[in-house]
């Protein structure tokens, strides 16, 4: 069975850094197969796109909205992905997803093979 489990979310203040974590597993998941990609669902709207990586780590993506800000990255020893993010506005506030898809990465792809649970990041100003 394969796990995805995000860590690292919570209350933090507007203009406040987090990284996101994003622990995989399973007998079946060969991480270094995968691209990653971040996902986020705010409250009342469409889940969008954040950020990708590709399967080496060599290529990321970026929503126009966290370029600049954010950094992904991934671990292909330990199977972990993050998200580093700095300057966090109040509309960062969203669940926040990591997805694993066995494609080339591409920021318009939402049809993902494996889904995490998802993880809250709150921003208060």
């Known amino acids: 069975q394969v796990q995805l489990v995000e860590s690292g979310g919570g209350l933090v203040q507007a203009g406040d850094s987090l990284r996101l974590s994003c622990a995989t597993s399973?007998?079946?998941?060969?991480?270094?197969?995968?691209?990653m990609y971040w996902f986020r669902r705010a409250p009342g709207k469409e889940t969008e796109f954040v950020a990708a990586i590709s399967q080496s780590g060599s290529e990321t993506y970026y929503a126009d909205s966290v370029k600049g800000r954010s950094t992904i990255s991934r671990d292909n020893n330990k199977k972990m992905l993050y998200l580093q993010m700095n300057n966090l506005k109040i509309a960062d506030t969203a669940v926040y997803y990591c997805a694993a898809d066995d494609r080339v990465p591409r920021p318009s792809y939402k049809i993902m093979n494996y889904w995490g649970k998802g993880i809250l990041v709150t921003v208060s100003s």
């Open positions: 399973g007998r079946t998941f060969t991480f270094s197969s995968y691209a």
